[in-house]
């Protein structure tokens, strides 16, 4: 199934029934064909927030809980974000025996749809806690040049040529929905080990990303991909925590090493 096939950017009415089918698979195949030889590529989690969760207890009483759904990269589809929104609707009136119950049920609902295995962590309304970014912040640098679609040409080497270990970060991440044309913000972490790199040239690049059409995922993707490929590191992790809309965030994580997954976090922004 294409995107163009799903709901997004389209008028819905919100079931008020169970829908598993409502869930939404994109492959992930398609927009990888460029860079799929990259290692690292399919390494990782996409980590989603889910602020707008409900469901009956056995009693009828209203449950309430945030979400932290993780997918693995390695998982033949992502899922279609208002499929995902719509399908967390449709379990606001359909009763549970237990909290048990409930997250075996949407495990095996969004598994099925991902192709791999789901999971979902359910923290109390008032227990998710907002962290501080790690890092160097790049916000402050003045770029040589700027453009307004992702160019790799301006990923450029420090002129110093050391070695280093660093994490950099930037709060200027901004990219559009390709279906509805929305604007989606992130704060992006880039964790590099190699030859040091123009941190100049690493915010031109984040910056160019403002008017490109992709989802979230294959933005993240798009720069690993390109940082992997153009300054060549030892090791590399690109990690994007995304603001939230329709009561869902999403955080894509790539890595070059599995040691190097981080733990999820959530930003004040989202």
């Not at 207890?57 to 390695?74: E, F, S």
């Not at 040049?145 to 050391?162: G, I, K, S, V, Y």
């Not at 993240?220 to 060549?232: G, P, R, S, T």
Request: proline share 6%.
């Amino acid at each position: 199934m294409t995107v163009e096939q799903s709901l997004l950017g389209k008028e819905t009415n919100y079931p008020t029934e169970y829908q598993p089918d409502i869930l939404f698979p994109i492959a992930r195949a398609q927009s990888r064909e460029n860079y799929a030889h990259v290692q690292g590529i399919q390494q990782g989690k996409d980590w989603w927030h889910v602020f707008e969760i409900s469901w009956l207890n056995a009693a009828g009483i209203p449950q309430v809980a945030i979400g932290r759904m993780t997918l693995p990269a390695a998982s033949p589809n992502l899922i279609e974000s208002k499929s995902l929104k719509l399908y967390f609707n449709s379990l606001n009136f359909c009763k549970f025996d237990s909290e048990t119950v409930f997250i075996a049920t949407v495990e095996k609902d969004l598994s099925q749809a991902a192709g791999a295995p789901v999971t979902i962590q359910l923290f109390a309304a008032d227990d998710l806690t907002v962290s501080q970014p790690e890092g160097i912040c790049i916000d402050s640098l003045l770029p040589e040049r700027l453009e307004n679609h992702p160019d790799a040409t301006l990923l450029q080497l420090d002129t110093q040529d050391e070695d280093i270990e660093v994490q950099l970060y930037s709060n200027l991440l901004r990219s559009n929905c390709p279906v509805t044309g929305q604007p989606d913000w992130g704060t992006v972490f880039i964790r590099y080990k190699g030859k040091k790199p123009c941190f100049k040239s690493i915010l031109a690049y984040i910056i160019s990303y403002r008017q490109h059409n992709g989802f979230h995922e294959q933005c993240v993707e798009q720069m690993y991909a390109d940082i992997w490929q153009n300054l060549k590191p030892e090791q590399l992790m690109v990690y994007a925590a995304y603001t939230r809309r329709g009561g869902l965030d999403i955080n894509p994580c790539r890595v070059s090493h599995l040691t190097w997954i981080p733990r999820p976090i959530r930003l004040a922004r989202q």
